[in-house]
């Protein structure tokens, strides 16, 4: 029997791992609670994946109870290693910081988390915005959250949040999905997500999605304190985003903005 379904038709047990796959195969290891974290299940859900992907030969068990790729996963062409979105971005988000000189990041959306993949950070400026590389924040809370969880539609953006509060930290979670459903909608109209003082106290943020990157949702972020942020800023930066968005999206041949 098939789990509930998320979204455009998404068998949530299969996405998950899918998910820790990948995770496996970028960390080199995973633990059973690094995986739970990742997912936001709890850590018997957890367990009852890897065991099931030891199973069929897709992980295994070493050191330290710490799962790794299997042989299925690993055999002569399984697994091709392509460039990770990291690697792929890193181009254009060094162009932007060329263009705007304020700290800038690529992050990936991951259930309802934002993971910070990369950053350079502005290093001309006495009063900035230190890097967030490797920080996880809720996503709702930051520009490149909102921006990616505009491209979603209703019904995906609901079945992450239920799954997120149902999980072992949603009382932790602060979020009204109807505010959030309107923010989202603001967000699509004006094509860039922002986030003033949200995720943290001081910080002015904008963000644009570029888009499915191997499966993987990445937008690009420009972060600065927000005593020094301007209308006039706010302005130039969602140009220099758009442009580089659109550079990335042409550069990486994206069928589409989806």
Known sequence: MLSKTAGQGRVESVHRAL???????????L?????????????????????????DGFAVQGTG????????????????????????????????????GETVHVATLVGTEIHHLDGIEAANHALRFGLR?????????????????ADLPTDDVDARYHIALSGPRGRELRVDLGNLHEELERTRRRGIGTNFEESES?????AVSI???DGERAALSIAMPIARCSRSDAAAFAAHLFTTASE???????????
């Open 19 to 29: 998910v820790l796959l990948k995770l496996m195969a970028e960390e080199g290891s």
């Open 31 to 55: 633990s059973v609670t690094e995986a739970a974290t990742a997912l936001e299940v709890n850590p018997s859900t957890a367990q009852r994946l890897l065991a099931t992907l030891v199973g």
């Open 65 to 100: 109870k710490r799962y790794a790729p299997g042989p299925e996963f690993l055999r002569p062409g399984a697994l091709q290693r392509l460039p990770s979105v990291r690697e792929r971005l890193r181009p254009h988000l060094e162009r932007l910081f060329e263009r705007v």
């Open 133 to 149: 590389t490797g920080v996880t924040l809720p996503a709702h809370e930051t520009s490149a959250g909102k921006a990616l969880l």
């Open 202 to 206: 001081g910080v002015a943020a904008f």
């Open 211 to 213: 888009g499915l990157i």
């Open 248 to 258: 990335a999206r042409k550069d990486l041949d994206l069928a589409g903005h989806m």
